[in-house]
């Protein structure tokens, strides 16, 4: 299925859905950061997910890193909640979402790497290597929040 996403657009359509989701910024020890290549856009994003009903919010963060990264992580913090009502994602299947995103810090403790249905590539990325890579401009708010390294989170 394919997914476009619009930001302040008003060719985008009217959102029919809204979902509450989770997504997360998983550190190495070295400072790169778990990346993951989109299946449905072919754009780099967190690893991150709607949250299902027996989901904690927490709990869907750590699941989405675990079905498409392959790994285990704990979450460690939290970066800040992002529900811009600008920002709409449009399905190939008819639904038009407005997500209102969590997004946690997390540290693996377990896995292996591995690409899933929903990626075609997974990788650790150095922060100066963030620049070159095709994403939308919400994950790169996300990912300029936690480098920031705030005493509080967004709110926003």
């Known amino acids: 299925m394919a997914r476009t996403e619009y930001y302040d657009d008003s060719t985008a359509p009217e959102p029919n859905s809204l979902v509450v989701a ?14 993951q290549r989109r299946r449905d856009s072919g754009l780099w994003a967190l690893p991150g997910g709607g949250m299902e009903m027996d989901d904690s919010l927490p709990g869907a963060a750590v699941r989405e890193v675990k079905e498409e990264t392959g790994l285990d992580v704990e979450i460690t913090g939290l970066v800040g909640t992002y529900t811009d ?29 591995a690409v899933s249905d929903e990626s075609t590539e997974v990788r650790f990325v150095a922060p100066p290597e963030l620049d070159a890579l095709s994403m939308h401009h919400t994950q790169r708010l996300r990912l300029r929040h936690y480098l920031e390294d705030r005493d509080r989170p967004y709110l926003g």
């Open 22 to 35: 989770a997504s997360a910024v998983v550190a190495d020890g070295s400072g790169r950061i778990l990346l």
């Open 85 to 113: 009502p600008r920002h709409v994602i449009a399905y190939s299947d008819g639904e038009v979402r407005r997500q209102f995103n969590v997004c946690f810090t997390a540290r693996v403790t377990g896995g292996v790497l």
